[in-house]
């Protein structure tokens, strides 16, 4: 237990479905992240959330909505998916501004989109 | 362009010292090196970091060279659950220049042999 908990671990969903990924943080971090590892590539950052404002989007499809009630939480939206979108799917919070320590990053959630 | 230079893979006997390079021959004055690892299908893990002196925690130790294009971690006595994507990556301080994100790279990957 890293501190930051993802779920669900694992989730399979068709393309027309609507799911959300959640992520929790209990270090009292003011920024969090998301991720996508997708197979034999390397980590590519989605979004970033200061304070709950989203200060990044890295060019995604806004079939990922991204939401921020607070600075514990946060949840990824999903709807209409494609194959290509199964990957690893990773939070991860920071204390931006803090000692330059790095980031803590969840387990992940591992999405198939039949 | 890459910050970081890492060899795609290497192998470690148990046991026995493992010794990870890393070149990022363009740091800045003001760039921290981050070490990270991934062990398979997890989230990424902190190890260590520096800026110009050398640093030991209980995970590993940081050695970087005077003129800071090079750097190696080292994991004293490798066991088999060592064996994970290792990850070099520079970034700015964020205490004096804002939070920079994150980067990763495509890592080493360390596999140690019994």
């Known amino acids: 237990e890293t501190g930051v908990t993802q779920t669900p671990r694992h989730l399979v969903m068709g393309m027309t479905n609507k799911k959300s990924l959640k992520c929790e943080q209990h270090?009292?971090?003011?920024?969090m992240y998301w991720y996508k590892q997708s197979a034999k590539k390397p980590l590519e950052l989605m979004f970033v959330?200061?304070?709950?404002?989203?200060?990044e989007n890295n060019s995604v499809p806004s079939r990922f909505s991204p939401e921020c009630p607070n600075s514990s939480h946060l949840f990824l939206h999903l709807h209409t998916l494609q194959p290509e979108d199964s990957a690893l799917y990773l939070c991860?919070?920071?204390?931006?501004?803090?000692?330059?320590?790095?980031?803590?990053f969840g387990s992940g959630t591992r999405l198939t989109v039949v | 362009d890459a910050k970081t230079t890492q060899p795609p893979s290497m192998d470690c006997a148990e046991g026995r010292a493992a010794n990870l390079p890393c070149n990022h021959s363009?740091?800045?004055?003001?760039?921290?090196v981050y070490w990270y690892r991934q062990i398979h299908s997890q989230g990424p893990q902190y190890i260590i970091h520096?800026?110009?002196n050398n640093e030991t925690n209980e995970m590993a130790s940081l050695i970087i060279t005077e003129d800071r294009k090079s750097s190696t971690l080292i994991l004293p006595h490798a066991t088999l659950r060592d064996t994970a994507v290792y990850y070099c990556?520079?970034?700015?301080?964020?205490?004096?220049?804002?939070?920079?994100?994150?980067?990763f790279g495509t890592g080493t990957r360390l596999t140690i042999i019994p």
């Open positions: 991860a919070s920071s204390q931006d501004g803090g000692e330059p320590y790095g980031y803590t």
């Open positions: 270090l009292g971090h003011n920024a």
């Open positions: 959330y200061n304070f709950k404002e989203q200060t």
């Open positions: 363009t740091i800045s004055g003001n760039e921290y």
């Open positions: 520096g800026l110009k």
């Open positions: 990556i520079v970034r700015v301080d964020i205490s004096n220049f804002g939070n920079e994100k994150l980067t």
